[in-house]
């Protein structure tokens, strides 16, 4: 890849951080990871081609331009967090996604509980996630597991901490979450 392709890139991740609140390569690889999908399901459930979903995940391109997709991706991060706290199983999870790729979407606003749960307490793993994308927008992996071993002598639960959400899968910080909580 070169200069230029270089810097598309990194604008269109950029302009990708300000619409959805992270690149769409690190958010969709979380859903695959969360729900068990390889890219080619994902790109199904959402109603995108393969090709599609490969260029929004490597800044490529920049936009989803089709506002039901969009209303899909966050119909499917509603999806994984309900998994990820137990309320929803694998199986009644994948009747949802299909459920979910026959949706036709509505208004991209008027879910305004995409991220609570029933209480309208935020999901762990979205407190988790949160934690681990603005991590990731600081520094690379590499980066902060660097700075984990700086700190491991004098400062072990804090690099912990740094491995864990900085590095880490989300199902690990996930639980490292819920042992910390009093």
Known sequence: MDAAQQEATARAQELQRNWYGEPLGALFRRLIEDLGLNQARLAGV?????PMLSQL???QRAKIGNPAVVQRVQLLQDLAGQV???SVSAAEATERMDEIKKSQGGSVLSNTTQSTSSSGAPTVKRVVREIQSLLRSVAAAGDIIDAADTLAPT???LAEFLRVYGAGR????VAHYQSHQS
């Open 46 to 50: 959402l109603g995108l081609s393969a």
């Open 57 to 59: 995940m490597s800044g």
């Open 84 to 86: 990820a706290d137990g």
């Open 155 to 157: 400062h072990p639960e």
């Open 170 to 173: 989300t199902s690990d910080a």
